[in-house]
C-alpha cells in the first residue's frame, strides 16, 4: 500500500454505511428527476406553452430551489461520507441521524411550500417570508426554516463527526488540510490523500457556514412569530448568503471527492496531494467564506471593502479549483490510457461543468458586469452550468460508479470505450445540458429577467428551446436512475 | 489538591457576592461576568465519589441539568427576580455553581465528542440569537435594566461568541503533538 | 438504561420547572409576568392615603365608591411621562365619551415624593389638562412609595441622565381596591375595555 494514496481500509470496514450511501443517492437522483421537471414546468411556462398560474410558479420555483440546493448538499454529503470512511473510521448512527434529519427537514419544507403555500425562494430572504402579500401565512415561513434548521442539524452532525476522526488520524484540522507539506517541511509522501484535504475543508467551511445559518434562521422564526424583532435587512442578507453559498459550494467540493478517490481506479495510478494541491485547498477554504459580498454587489449600504474583496476574490477564486484540480486531470488524463465508461465520463464532465462554470461566475462577480447581468437569467445561467454539468453530474457518476462493471473484463487498457446506449445516454446529457444552460446566457445577455413567471413573446424562443434540451437532459438523467435503481434491486435480490 | 480547589471556589463565590452590586448594576457584568464565575466556582467543587456511576454514562444527565438550570437563568424574568427577590438571588448564588458549573464539570468529560461538538456549535449559534434578540427587541426585556444597557448586552453576547469560537477552533489547528502518531499509525495500517 | 431514566428524570424535572417559572410558557419578562397576577391573582392594592395636586387627601386601596385607573409618573420627566400625560388626557376623553365618568377615576401618581410637591403635581396636571375630578394627580407618603411600587410591580430606575427609567403602563384598580389588568400605556382601547369589565 502506498502512503499515497492513503490507508484504504478493506471494503468491508466501511461496509455497514455503504447501504445507506446507496439508498441516499437512490432518493437523491429521484428528486434531481422531480425538481428537473419542475425546472422543465417553468421553462414550459415561460415560453407560452403551458398555462401555470404565477402563484404555482413561485412556489414551484422555490420547491426547485430548495430541492436542488438541497439534494446537491445530500448526494455530496453522501460521497464525503462514503469516501472518508476508506480513511478513517466513522459512526454508523450518526449517518442514519444525518439522513433522518434531512428527510424530515424535506418533509416540512414540502408542506410549507405546497400546503402552506409558501414561496418566497430557497432563499428566504427577509423581509419576503414575513411579508408574503397574503399568498400565505407565517406559520408556512416558519415551517419552512424549520425544515432548513433541521436539515442544518444533520449536516452539522455529520461534518463533526467528519473533522472529529480525520483530525484525531492526521493531527489536527492542519494536519489534515496538509498543511506541513503546504508551509513547512513536510514530505509529500506524508501527506494525507486528497479526499481528506477535500473532505476536511469543505467540512469546516460547511460548519462555520451552517452556525450563521442557524442563527439567522432563528433569527427570522423569531421575526415572524413576535413581528416586533425587527430583523436588521442588509445584517440578515448578508448572514443569509454566507450561508447559501457557502453550502451549495460545499456541495460542490464535496462531490469533488469522487473524482480524487474514483478517477484513479481508470488512470490507473493513485492522484497525489502536491504542494500545490495542499496550498490551494487552503485558499480554497479562504476564498468560499470570503467571497460571498459578490452576491450583495447591487445592495449600496455595503461597505466598499466588501464589495472589493467579492470582486477581487471572485477573480482569484478560479485560479486554485483550476490548478488544483481540472489542470491536475488535463495531466493525468493525457498521460494515462484511460478507461471509459459512464462513471468516468460523467465525472470527468462534472470537472469540465465545474471549471467551465466559473467563467460566467466570475463575470458576475465583476461589478460593472453585475449591475446590469445580475438579474437577468444570466445568473441561473451560470449557476446550472456548475450544478447541472458539474455537481449532479458527479453526482450522477458516483451512481454509475457504484453499480459499475468490474473493470476485470476490460482489463486491456485503452480498449473500453462508452458502449451505444451509455455514448447516447452521455452525449444527451451533454449536448441537453449545454443547450440547456446556453438559452441561460443567451436569455441574460439579451437582458430577460430572471424569476418572472410571465414572459412576452420576444422572449419565447429561448424559453422553447430551452424547454427541448431540458427535457434531453431529464430523458438521459432518467436512463441513469432507472439503471442504477435496476442494478441495485438485482443485487439485492 | 481539593482544599485549594474547595478555597479558589469559595473565593470566586465570596467574590460574586461582595461585588454584587457593582456587578448587577449592569446587565453585561450581570450576565457575562457574574452569572460564569458561579458556574465555575461549581466547577471547581471537589466532585463526589460515584459520579461515574452508570447513571451518567455518555454524561447525559449531568448536561441535561445544567441544560435546564441554563435555560431557566436566560428568563429575562429570572434576573429581573435576582435583583428585586432576596430569595431568587440567593438560589441564583447556590443553582449556578450546583446545577450548571459542578454538573457540567461531571458530565462533560463523559460525553461523546460528537456531543461535544454538537454543543459547541450550539452554543456559539445560540449566542448569535441571543446577541439578535437583545440588539433588535422592540421593549425592554428586564425591568431593571435600560434599553441601552440591553443593547450593549446584545453585543457583549456577539462578543462572547466570537471569542468562544476562537478559543475552540485555534488548539483544533495546531497539528503539533497530534501529527507524528498519526503518521506513524498510517504507515502501519 | 440507569442513564436513560436519570437523563428522562431531569428533562421532566427541568420542563416542569420551566413550566413553572414560564407560567406555563406564557411570561418569559417580568413585565409580561406582573399582568398575568393581576389578571389571575387580582392582589389588594395597600391602602394608603394620597396628596393631590389640590393638596386634598385621596385614598387609594381598600373599598371605594369608583374604579381607580393608575399610571405612575414623575413630573420631571422629559420623555414617556410627556408621551403617557398625552395618552392620560385621551383616555380621560375617552371615559367621558363612553359615560364611565361617574363610575372611574383616573390617577397619575408620582413615583419622586420628594421632589414632586403639590405645586410640581398640580403644573404637571394643569399641562396634561388633569381636571382634579375624573383625572388628578398625587403623591403618597415615601414610606408608603415601596409597598405600592411592589404591589403594582413598577420598577423604578436611575437612566443616567439625572431622572428615571420604569415599566410604564395603566393599571386598573376595581371598586374593591384590588389590581385587575395591567396594560400598555398607549392602548387607550385595551384600557377602557378592562374599565368597562370592572365597573359593571
Excluded at chain 3, 106 to 122: C, E, K, Q, T, Y
Amino acid at each position: 500500500m502506498t502512503t499515497t494514496t492513503g490507508a484504504m481500509l478493506p471494503e468491508a470496514a466501511y461496509g455497514p454505511q455503504e447501504g445507506a450511501v446507496k439508498l441516499t443517492m437512490l432518493l437523491g437522483g429521484v428528486v434531481f428527476l422531480l425538481m428537473m421537471i419542475f425546472g422543465l414546468i417553468m421553462r414550459a411556462a415561460q415560453g407560452g406553452m403551458i398555462a401555470v398560474d404565477p402563484a404555482l410558479f413561485y412556489q414551484i420555483m422555490t420547491a426547485h430551489g430548495a430541492g436542488m440546493v438541497g439534494t446537491a448538499g445530500l448526494t455530496g454529503a453522501a460521497i464525503l461520507w462514503y469516501f472518508t470512511g476508506r480513511h478513517v473510521p466513522l459512526l454508523a448512527g450518526v449517518y442514519w441521524a444525518f439522513l433522518g434529519l434531512f428527510l424530515l427537514g424535506v418533509v416540512c419544507i414540502l408542506a410549507a411550500i405546497f400546503l402552506g403555500g409558501y414561496a418566497g425562494a430557497w432563499t428566504f430572504l427577509y423581509p419576503l417570508p414575513a411579508l408574503s402579500g397574503g399568498l400565505w401565512g407565517p406559520g408556512a415561513s416558519v415551517l419552512f426554516l424549520l425544515g432548513y434548521v433541521s436539515i442544518g442539524v444533520g449536516f452539522l452532525l455529520l461534518h463533526l463527526e467528519v473533522m472529529r476522526r480525520l483530525m484525531a488520524r492526521y493531527g489536527g484540522i492542519g494536519g489534515a488540510l496538509a498543511w506541513p507539506l503546504a508551509f513547512g517541511k513536510g514530505r509529500p509522501e506524508d501527506a494525507p490523500p486528497p479526499a481528506v484535504v477535500a473532505a476536511m475543508a469543505s467540512s469546516v467551511f460547511n460548519t462555520l457556514g451552517i452556525v450563521v445559518g442557524a442563527a439567522v434562521l432563528v433569527a427570522s422564526i423569531v421575526n415572524l412569530l413576535v413581528p416586533g424583532f425587527a430583523v436588521d435587512a442588509l445584517l440578515a442578507k448578508n448572514m443569509i448568503f454566507f450561508f447559501g453559498h457557502v453550502f451549495i459550494n460545499a456541495s460542490i467540493y464535496m462531490a469533488v471527492i469522487a473524482v480524487y478517490e474514483i478517477l484513479p481506479e481508470y488512470l490507473g495510478k493513485p492522484w497525489k496531494t502536491t504542494r500545490i494541491f495542499a496550498i490551494a485547498w487552503t485558499v480554497v477554504l479562504v476564498f468560499v467564506l470570503a467571497v460571498y459580498p459578490h452576491h450583495l454587489l447591487q445592495d449600496v449600504p455595503m461597505p466598499g471593502w466588501a464589495l472589493a474583496m467579492g470582486q477581487i476574490v471572485s477573480y482569484f477564486s478560479g485560479i486554485p479549483l483550476i490548478a488544483v484540480t481540472a489542470f491536475s486531470l488535463i495531466v493525468y488524463l493525457r498521460a494515462a490510457d484511460m478507461r471509459w465508461d459512464m462513471a468516468a465520463a460523467l465525472l470527468v464532465l462534472g470537472v469540465a461543468g465545474w471549471s467551465v462554470g466559473s467563467v460566467p461566475a466570475i463575470l458576475d462577480g465583476m461589478i460593472v458586469v453585475n449591475k446590469v447581468m445580475h438579474n437577468t437569467q444570466w445568473v441561473p445561467g451560470h449557476f446550472h452550468i456548475y450544478l447541472l454539468l458539474g455537481e449532479v453530474a458527479m453526482a450522477f457518476g458516483f451512481m454509475a460508479w457504484l453499480v459499475r462493471r468490474p473493470l476485470a473484463a476490460d482489463a486491456r487498457p485503452g480498449a473500453a470505450r462508452l458502449s451505444g446506449l451509455d455514448h447516447g445516454v452521455f452525449m444527451a446529457y451533454v449536448a441537453g445540458g449545454a443547450g440547456f444552460v446556453l438559452m441561460f446566457l443567451v436569455s441574460g445577455a439579451l437582458s430577460v429577467p430572471r424569476r418572472w413567471a410571465v414572459h412576452v413573446p420576444d422572449w419565447f424562443l429561448q424559453d422553447r428551446l430551452a424547454t427541448l434540451f431540458a427535457a434531453m437532459v431529464i430523458g438521459a438523467a432518467l436512463i441513469i436512475v432507472l439503471r442504477y435503481t435496476a442494478v441495485l434491486a438485482r443485487r439485492a435480490e | 489538591m481539593t482544599l485549594p480547589r474547595l478555597s479558589l471556589a469559595a473565593a470566586l463565590i465570596a467574590a460574586a457576592w461582595v461585588f454584587r452590586a457593582p456587578l448587577e448594576a449592569d446587565p453585561v457584568t450581570h450576565i457575562l461576568v457574574q452569572l460564569p464565575l458561579l458556574a465555575l466556582a461549581g466547577a471547581l467543587l471537589p466532585g463526589a465519589r460515584g459520579t461515574g456511576g452508570a447513571w451518567n454514562r455518555g454524561g447525559w444527565a449531568m448536561i441535561l441539568t445544567a441544560i435546564f438550570a441554563m435555560a431557566f437563568w436566560m428568563l429575562p424574568r429570572s434576573i429581573d427576580a435576582a435583583v428585586s427577590d432576596p430569595a431568587v438571588a440567593a438560589s441564583k448564588f447556590l443553582s449556578l455553581p450546583l446545577l450548571v458549573g459542578l454538573p457540567l464539570r461531571l458530565g462533560w468529560p463523559r460525553a461523546h465528542p460528537l456531543l461535544r461538538g454538537f454543543l459547541k456549535a450550539q452554543a456559539l449559534a445560540m449566542l448569535g440569537v441571543l446577541a439578535f434578540l437583545y440588539t433588535h427587541a422592540p421593549v425592554r426585556l428586564c425591568n431593571a435594566y435600560l434599553a441601552e444597557d440591553q443593547v450593549r448586552l446584545g453585543t457583549g453576547f456577539l462578543a462572547t461568541a466570537l471569542a468562544l469560537a476562537v478559543l475552540w477552533v485555534a488548539p483544533l489547528l495546531g497539528a503539533q503533538g497530534a501529527a507524528a502518531p498519526a503518521r506513524r499509525h498510517r504507515s502501519v495500517s | 438504561m440507569q442513564a436513560l431514566a436519570a437523563s428522562v428524570a431531569v428533562v421532566l424535572a427541568g420542563l416542569a420547572v420551566l413550566w413553572q417559572a414560564t407560567d406555563g410558557g406564557q411570561a418569559l419578562t417580568a413585565e409580561r409576568a406582573r399582568r398575568l397576577t393581576a389578571l389571575r391573582d387580582m392582589p389588594a392594592v395597600p391602602e394608603v392615603v394620597l396628596e393631590t395636586m389640590t393638596g386634598t387627601p385621596l385614598p387609594l386601596g381598600g373599598p371605594t365608591k369608583r374604579a381607580t385607573l393608575v399610571e405612575f409618573i414623575y413630573t420631571t420627566c422629559p420623555t414617556i411621562c410627556q408621551a403617557a400625560g398625552a395618552e392620560m388626557a385621551r383616555l380621560a376623553d375617552d371615559v367621558r365619551a363612553a359615560g364611565l365618568d361617574e363610575s372611574v377615576r383616573l390617577v397619575s401618581i408620582s413615583f419622586d415624593p420628594g421632589r414632586d410637591d403639590p405645586d410640581a403635581l398640580n403644573a404637571y396636571g394643569e399641562g396634561h389638562g388633569a381636571d382634579g375630578a375624573l383625572w388628578t394627580v398625587a403623591r403618597p407618603d415615601p414610606d408608603d412609595l415601596p409597598a405600592l411600587l411592589a404591589t403594582f410591580g413598577v420598577v423604578v430606575i436611575p437612566d443616567r441622565w439625572g431622572g428615571f427609567t420604569h415599566n410604564t403602563a395603566l393599571h386598573v384598580v376595581d371598586a374593591g381596591g384590588r389590581l385587575r389588568a395591567i396594560v400598555d400605556y398607549d392602548d387607550p382601547a385595551a384600557a377602557l375595555t378592562a374599565l368597562h369589565g370592572v365597573v359593571q
